[in-house]
């Protein structure tokens, strides 16, 4: 087994996949502010130390696990990982993990450069790129 290149996580889609679920959990304590009758925000206005405690000790815990609990009801141990071609240098992307309960199939995937077409197998134990068996650079 030839290895050819390194894979790194795509950080910035690993975030952008959590985004929907923070957008959700601000929305849903909104919500029930407006609800309550603005209790909440009556809270965030009291005098100091009080709204410095309730804002991070209250407020900002129960909207992070709103948005964990929505983030993990989509999505399940999700990785995406991003690589070069050996070829021409191309960036290409690979999820592994599940989106709405679907797999994506283990953890090598056989990935298709999307400038040259070569075929690669992207591993995310060991975060290499390398070529199929019987394959030639």
Not at 5 to 31: H, Q, R, T
Not at 49 to 59: K, L, N, R, V
């Amino acid at each position: 087994m030839q290895v050819y290149s390194d894979l790194s996580i795509d950080y910035l889609k690993m975030f952008l996949l959590n985004v929907p679920a923070a957008v959700v959990a601000l929305g849903l304590f909104f919500f029930l502010d407006d609800i309550i009758g603005f209790e909440i925000t009556y809270l965030l206005e009291l005098p100091e130390p009080f709204s410095f405690i309730f804002t991070w000790f209250a407020a900002l815990p129960l909207i992070i696990w709103l948005s964990f609990t929505h983030t993990n009801a989509v999505v399940k141990d999700v990785l995406i990982l991003e690589g070069v071609c050996p070829n021409y240098g191309t960036e290409n992307n690979s999820s592994f993990g599940s989106i709405l309960s679907i797999s994506s199939g283990g953890s090598t995937h056989n990935v298709k450069c999307s400038n040259c077409g070569s075929a690669l197998v992207y591993d995310s134990k060991t975060r290499l790129i390398t070529l199929p068996e019987g394959s030639k650079a």
